[in-house]
């Protein structure tokens, strides 16, 4: 005798293609295709698909890639003789989404499916409580009655840990100034920061290295070098795993002088104020780790000059603006 159990594979295997009336499904290409929700939803019903499970309902699912790097799928239910119900449904991965999807098309289709268990004979040929439906937010369309759901099945339950609401950052950059001392100065800035949805905050200190300046014709002059610390906010902007964060701040801190091949060398420092805005692109290959190119400036607001004694003329005057660029390294936590 052949056992039942042993030929629902088969049966799916044999299916016909599922009408494109009942399924609608439009996911990126790192989402599983159309078939695989078809299989799933042809393994939770336990048959094949018809064209009459067509004419009873149509589903329309689609799967994006949010902003937090989770995914998110909006489910459309239209019954024939009920008004549509809309879900969105929110995992770590697609694939959980796809399986989320399907129990739901199998029980519109079927609401029996809920109703009561399977005969022993004649068992799914995928259980219902093997589909991993854990996932962290399920939303029902205020104006569409609730799908029908069995008591047992909790659809709000987190997998694993959820993504938190903010994050910490240590970032560590090696740049360029051009213009606030005497030559295009090496630096390098360390910054920590706070890491919400839609912006950022940041604190820091950045160190450009010592520049000489000569008088013309003469060994006599001022070797100068800035170091300052930072405050920053950006509104953060992101597309896949590439992020623009748009930055504008303060730096306060001094820009010190030391003179050169003069009878008494002194070293001064004069306050440097400026603000900071700048550009960057951030490129993110995992949760913890973001690689990034700065473009920016700084404007001082207080004039930062130095003079040798007894002469008139500025021996160095930082520039109206200075320029900046950098590339950084920044770690992300939890």
């Known amino acids: 005798m052949v056992r039942p159990e042993l030929l629902a594979p088969l049966a799916l295997w044999l299916a016909p293609a599922a009408p494109d ?4 499904w439009e996911a990126p290409a790192a989402c599983p295709g159309r ?3 078809e299989r799933a939803v042809v393994a939770d019903l336990g048959r094949p698909l018809t064209a009459g499970d067509a004419e009873a309902v149509t589903a329309r699912a689609t799967a994006r890639r949010r902003p937090d790097r989770r995914w998110e799928l909006e ?6 003789d009920a008004a549509p119900v809309a879900r969105t449904v929110v995992a770590e991965r697609c694939e959980l989404l796809v399986d989320a999807a ?4 199998a029980v519109a289709i079927d609401p029996d499916l809920l109703a009561e268990p399977a005969p022993a004979a004649a068992p799914l040929a995928r259980p219902v409580d093997d589909i991993p439906l854990a996932v962290p937010v399920v939303r029902d369309s205020p104006a569409a009655p609730p799908l029908a759901r069995p008591p047992s099945t909790d ?3 987190p997998v694993g840990r959820p993504a938190p609401a903010l994050r910490g950052t240590l970032a560590v950059a090696a740049g360029l100034d051009v213009g606030a001392l005497p030559r295009p100065a090496p630096g ?6 706070f890491l919400a949805r839609r912006v950022r905050a940041e604190v820091g200190a950045g160190h450009w290295l010592e520049q000489s300046v000569r008088v013309a014709g003469t060994g006599t002059g001022g070797d100068l070098r800035l170091t ?16 623009f964060p748009l930055c504008a701040g303060l ?5 010190r002088g030391r003179g050169v091949g003069v009878v008494t060398p002194t070293v001064d420092r004069v306050v440097w104020l400026a603000v900071l805005a700048d550009a960057r692109v951030q490129w993110v290959p995992v949760p913890r780790l973001a690689l990034g190119l700065q473009l920016g400036l700084a404007a001082p607001l207080l004039a930062a000059r130095f003079r040798l004694r007894g002469e008139d003329g500025d021996l160095h005057r930082a520039a109206p603006v200075a320029f900046r660029g950098a590339f950084a390294i920044e770690l992300r936590f939890p």
């Open 21 to 24: 009336e009942l399924l609608r």
């Open 35 to 37: 078939g695989a929700l």
């Open 75 to 80: 489910l459309i239910l239209e019954p024939r």
């Open 102 to 105: 399907a129990l739901m098309i």
């Open 155 to 157: 659809l709000a339950r």
């Open 188 to 193: 390098f800035v360390v910054r920590l920061g």
């Open 228 to 243: 300052a610390a930072q405050l920053l906010a950006c509104p953060r902007l992101a597309l896949r795993r590439v992020e």
């Open 251 to 255: 730096e306060l801190g001094a820009m």
